[in-house]
């Protein structure tokens, strides 16, 4: 199993203008197409290959986000509008961010653009932003979520579409789309980020995807990509399952869920619903610790305490019936996983 064959510059441009044209004819988006653009490799072949498929149809906006985070950012986000210009894009908007908050600056730096994405949409509008993640940003995300342990929601990578979302090229590698550029004559820009080692992701990219690849024989990334898109339909079952099983154990009224229904069903369908019922209640960053503590309140039932969940709330048993509230001010045991 070797490595594919690099495309040529033209068969690049056209890959990843077939990539985009499908994704729009499956996904419609009447109100405006919306390209997230960074400057690098991806995001400018996404741009071009965006307003080539949509000519004389609906307008591409370039959007790009100024994080502020290196010297001179202001300059590389006008570069990176200007350039989304000459590859066709109607508007390209530049929207400055600040970047605080938990997880490090990675994290805040994520919150941040996909908050701006979102609110540079116009209210009510049916409109996509598309996102220019490949086939090896998807490999990476498995790779990470594999290292972590996490479960097949994780593992599973990110989706095509979740709206506001698109990811047209999660087929397409990072050398098709650099390919691409260089046949339509734009230098893109290098993120030095994307190749700092403190970074996770750098690493996995420079140096766990390529020993994967030289122990394995290559195409590791497309396989990785291939379980995300395989493993993705299963998550997508069990899903609705698990929300036929909450509606029928769901009362609106009260927002209680039956402990009856549930404990009928398996485990893995219980803690699915029940991660429905927390998130349409307001509470936040669940780990599976937190969802298997709750479904402990029906699959190993000893009479129990509630249990402690992000943002203040609880989570407890009563006269067979479950409910989550926000808790008492003041301190809290968040992390009461009986």
């Not at 307008?59 to 986000?77: C, Y």
């Not at 780990?287 to 203040?312: F, I, K, S, Y």
Request: aromatic content about 4%.
């Amino acid at each position: 199993m070797g490595a594919a064959r690099p495309l040529s510059g033209f068969a690049a441009v056209a890959a990843v203008r077939a990539a985009v044209r499908d994704f729009l004819r499956a996904y419609p988006s009447p109100d405006g197409v919306y390209v997230a653009v960074s400057g690098g490799a991806d995001s400018l072949a996404l741009a071009e290959a965006a307003a080539y498929a949509t000519r004389d149809a609906v307008e591409v906006t370039a959007l790009v986000v100024d994080h502020g985070l290196q010297p001179g950012s202001g300059a590389v986000a006008e570069t990176a509008a200007a350039t989304a210009r000459k590859l066709g894009a109607a508007e390209a908007r530049v929207l400055p961010v600040s970047v605080s908050g938990p997880g490090g600056p990675e994290a805040a730096a994520r919150r941040a653009r996909y908050r701006a994405l979102r609110e540079a949409l116009p209210a009510g509008a049916e409109a996509t932003v598309l996102l220019g993640h490949t086939l090896d940003d998807q490999a990476e995300t498995v790779l990470l979520g594999l290292g972590r342990g996490s479960g097949p929601r994780s593992i599973a990578g990110m989706r095509p579409f979740d709206p506001p979302w698109g990811r047209p090229l999660l087929g397409i590698s990072r050398a098709v789309t650099r390919a691409a550029c260089d046949e339509l004559g734009i230098e893109p820009w290098q993120d030095p980020h994307n190749s700092d080692p403190r970074y996770r992701r750098v690493r996995v990219r420079d140096e766990a995807l390529p020993l994967l690849d030289d122990v394995l024989g290559g195409g590791v990334a497309a396989a990785l990509a291939r379980t995300a898109a395989q493993l993705r339909e299963d998550v997508d079952t069990l899903d609705d399952l698990a929300q036929e099983l909450l509606d029928h154990a769901h009362d609106a009224e009260s927002g209680t869920v039956s402990v009856a229904v549930l404990e009928s069903a398996r485990p893995a369908l219980r803690r699915r619903a029940l991660r429905s019922w927390l998130l349409a209640a307001g509470v936040r960053e669940l780990t599976d610790a937190h969802l298997r503590a709750v479904d402990a309140l029906v699959g190993a039932w000893r009479g129990q305490g509630g249990v402690w969940l992000p943002g203040n709330f609880e989570a407890s048993r009563a006269r067979g019936k479950l409910r989550v509230e926000p808790g008492p001010s003041g301190p809290a045991t968040s992390t009461d996983h009986r």
